[in-house]
DNA sequence: ATGTTGACTTGACACAGTGTAAATTGACAC
DNA sequence: GTGTCAATTTACACTGTGTCAAGTCAACAT
């Protein structure tokens, strides 16, 4: 059982997450860790290469826990092009508040750091093949915008959809999140669908 | 005369400039600039009060190079509010590749350090200022889409011209910069326009 | 009981990069 | 000459990451 990890490396897990979460954006220290873990400093070498690693393992963790996967399985059981769309905007947008906090650190740390950037392009990656899907599905049905081919479409909905979206508009502008998704439905409508 | 200024100052500013458009994001060392000016890394301390300021002395030094004023005051020439919306997109869309690299240093930059974060933000509040009077003029001429408030069309407006969209775009999606100009037209034409 | 193993701790240190401080040089003004 | 200003050199304090070596402690095997 990989549940029945309730051991050190958990711990150091939950709390970096806890950390990073009560503070956006503002890669925690090492030491600030392992003292919210109840662990030495050290430790954290025994189980994380790096401070780096330990944060690409956090956003996994949360993902593990979440279950991105069958979240946006959802949307894949949608029949019509739209329909997918759809589902697939109110998956993803209402998944990114809960991963947020964590997942800002790495695309801080991105700019700086090989390892962040690459498993930030790995999660971005994953990310893009669900708006692929959406979009594919869409040109099936014949909805497609006429201006937009289909890598086009997906580029636009990838960057619609992106967290920095995401966060300009909830945390710069003050949208609720319920505007948040509310008016990306429309603009995906209005924007994709001929 | 501000332009007899040729100084170690400006000299610093250059070497700056220069550094962080040769490497994006990745802020350069204080000693890397040093160099790259013929100074002393002390000497920056005497132009300067920290790197901080440094850098935000380097975008405020490339908006009066490249006139940031003029150029958006061109935009506030058009008649109606579709070209004024037009032009706006075209005139702050073509000047954000030239200040990309210094400005995504402060973006970066701006999660760890208050100066930068107030810098950065008085920086999108201009900009800001000239999306409200695009959709203002929108606004008069009635032509602004039913489903939006003035200050949410304003706020999409707003996240869709963003820095981080135009780099998701060209960057990570690989656009060109008129692919990137076309499809903005569209997309706010779409978007915003009834 | 004894030895072994693994997880963790303690304490020390190397390294990079920022920022501060003090003493010094060279040029120019009056 | 003296004062002043810009800049230099050298040295150092500080923070945070990552490494290393030695020691503790409990579990488990024999």
Redesign the interface.
């Known amino acids: 059982m990989s549940s029945e990890e309730n051991s050190t490396r958990i711990r150091i897990l939950k709390a970096a997450w806890n950390l990073l979460d009560s503070n956006p954006?503002?890669?925690a220290r090492m030491s600030d860790i392992a003292k919210k873990a109840g662990v030495s400093r050290q430790a954290l070498y025994l189980h994380f290469p790096n401070r780096t690693e330990l944060f690409i393992a956090t956003t996994k963790y949360q993902d593990s826990q979440f279950g991105v996967d069958e979240m946006l399985a959802q949307s894949r059981a949608a029949k019509t092009g739209q329909e997918r769309l759809a589902a697939f905007v109110l998956a993803w947008g209402n998944y990114i508040p809960k991963i947020y906090a964590v997942a800002?650190t790495l695309m801080?740390m991105k700019?700086?750091d090989e390892d962040a950037d690459k498993a930030w392009s790995e999660r971005?990656g994953d990310m893009r093949e669900g708006c692929a899907a959406a979009i594919d599905a869409l040109d099936r049905d014949g909805d497609l915008a006429t201006?937009?081919s289909v890598a086009?479409a997906t580029?636009?909905l990838?960057?619609l959809l992106?967290i920095?979206?995401w966060e300009?508009?909830t945390q710069?502008?003050g949208?609720s999140q319920a505007?948040y998704i509310e008016?990306m439905q429309?603009?995906t409508r209005?924007?994709l669908i001929r």
Chains 1, 2 share one sequence.
């Open positions: 954006g503002v890669a800002k801080v700019e700086t971005m201006a937009l086009q580029d636009l990838w960057t992106s920095a979206t300009h508009l710069d502008c949208w505007t008016h429309a603009v209005g924007t």
